[in-house]
């Protein structure tokens, strides 16, 4: 199984970037997936996540209004898709998968999800 993170790059604050994370090996359309990031010298920390239909949607607080996780089950893809960049936004970006069939509880913690991507570079200059 593999998830590959894609679409980072250098852009400058209030620009957008779009993340694309496709998922090989198997199908996670039961599955809730999310996405991380990890700032240099700090923890990983939560961004997103969004369940099996994509129907459902949850947001850090941080960047509530600014980013969209989607999907597309034909795919195997979920998206994020980022405006209104700041520079505190930059790190680099994980996605990640749980493998828990039509979870009830919805998982924001790193522990909590059982695939990761390699992660894609996201470079906010101000």
């Known amino acids: 199984v593999q998830l590959q993170a894609s679409g980072g790059g250098l852009v400058q604050a209030g620009g957008s970037l779009r993340l694309s994370c496709a998922a090989s090996g198997r199908t996670f359309s039961r599955n809730f997936m999310g996405w991380f990031r990890q700032a240099q010298g700090k923890e990983r920390e939560f961004v997103a996540t969004i369940n099996w239909s994509g129907g459902s949607t949850y947001y850090a607080d941080s960047v509530k209004g600014r980013f969209t996780i989607s999907r597309d089950n034909a795919k195997n893809t979920v998206y994020l898709q980022m405006n209104n960049l700041k520079p505190e936004d930059t790190a680099v970006y994980y996605c990640?998968?749980?493998?828990?069939?039509?979870?009830?509880?919805?998982?924001?913690?790193?522990?909590?999800?059982?695939?990761w991507g390699q992660g894609t570079l996201v470079t906010v200059s101000s």
């Open positions: 990640a998968a749980n493998i828990t069939p039509y979870r009830s509880i919805v998982p924001r913690r790193r522990n909590e999800y059982d695939y």
